[in-house]
């Protein structure tokens, strides 16, 4: 992209005279006696207001310069640069179309048209204006990445990929194409590529933050959580207030259980963003793994009045209440959950599990049936549905639900027992000690648990052979 350098011109002005050019100027300019200035004077002129952000004060050198020299290509093209700098894009065109008319094959103009091009999201006639340059110089660096970027912004990241390669060839220390090729290989998932690029990045810009930064969030996403922190640990060193980068190391912190840290990251955020409601959602679940559970319900009650349609803090914030024994504050929660995820089987699940707690054995069996609805090879769920139609007496309807549970999993050894339980209750005891003896093969460590939870299985003649002797004991006789 074209900038405003003193370099551009065969004798700049130096610093003590440029200042006082720019005093002399700005003094016509107040008595309203400004002189004449040649044209390389007005362009020493508009490149100090341009390197010190004054840039309706370098409009105004450049429009005073076109007023002498409207054929001017390359003042038009500064006029342009100034004018998208000041995001008056619509107007940046058409000073560059006024270049273009005078000179049709300039690059720089073409590439500057582009950019604005691609900043109104017009993309297809940015890429139209890259292609020009291309078949102009096909190896011109600049329009291969502006090229790269377009076509990135246009989803075609394999596409983004080879024009970027093609600018790293010819630039193997441009630290931005390394940074967009890294960008556009974790889109496409390859991860390793995306980890290689960021690192080329940083082999040339050690201090950038923001690769540190990408690469940690695509080592996140291989599971490489150590690493991903380290990364994270990079890019705050350099910048401690970069509170994405704060809450992504207490997401990966949090992946690997190390709550504690992780809630240190997230306040962090806290201290230089306001709280939004994914992080306090996030330090709700830490303080869940930690069991400190008032905490974690106060932080999920914040995350739902900041953002009162986050189905998963409403269903947080339900776990936790039911955790807590507060079965009637957690059922409005999960309700509001489902409101906004109707299908979401989990949110049935605990729902169904909170409705048990609270006795309400009618409403639990109803979420129960949706849960297996939605999720009908969910073998969990068919073993909660069976123990709650046993425990309401439909003893017909448990057993089925049991026996869907084991052909789902034929290795449920729970499945196995309260099957075995409910048969026998059903005095159906051949079918019963066929699940026993099926259980314990598989666990045979379950006989004294089922021994104590189950002691009329263990005394009945038909069965307590099953059991063996008492630990510690004699075999029963």
Known sequence: MFDFEFGDYDDPTSGDALRQLIDAYEEGRRTGSVGFYDSETLEDIATFYFEEGRL???????????????YSSAAWLRRG??????????????????????????AETLINRGITLDTLDRLDEA??????????????EDALFNLGIALEKKGDYAQAIGVLGECADLAQDH??????????YDQLGRFDDAIAAYDKQIDLEPYSENAWYNRGIVLNQLGRY???VESYEFALAIRDEFASAWYNKGNALANLSRPREAIEAYLKVLAYEDGDAATFYNLGLAYEDLGELPTAIDYLRRSVQVDPLYADAWYGLGCCLDAE?????????????LELRPEAGEFWQARADTEYNAGRLTDSLRSYARVVQLEPHNADAWLDLADTQYDAGAYAEALASYDRALALDARSVDALLRRAHLLFTLDRRAEAIDSLRRAFELDPAKREEVRRAYPELASDSQSRHLFGPLEGGKPRS
């Open 325 to 337: 024994n507060a079965h009637d504050e957690a059922l409005p929660c999960f309700a509001k959950a």
């Open 81 to 106: 640069v100034l004018l998208n700098h000041l995001e008056r894009h619509t107007e940046a065109l058409d000073a560059y179309d006024r270049a273009l008319a005078l000179n049709p094959a300039d």
């Open 127 to 140: 890429l139209g204006a890259y292609y020009a340059v291309l078949d102009l110089d096909p190896l011109n």
């Open 56 to 70: 309706e004060d370098a409009l105004e050198v450049i429009d005073r310069l076109l007023a002498a020299q409207p």
């Open 226 to 228: 150590a690493d991903a």
């Open 175 to 184: 630290p931005e194409v390394w940074y967009e090729l890294g960008y556009c």
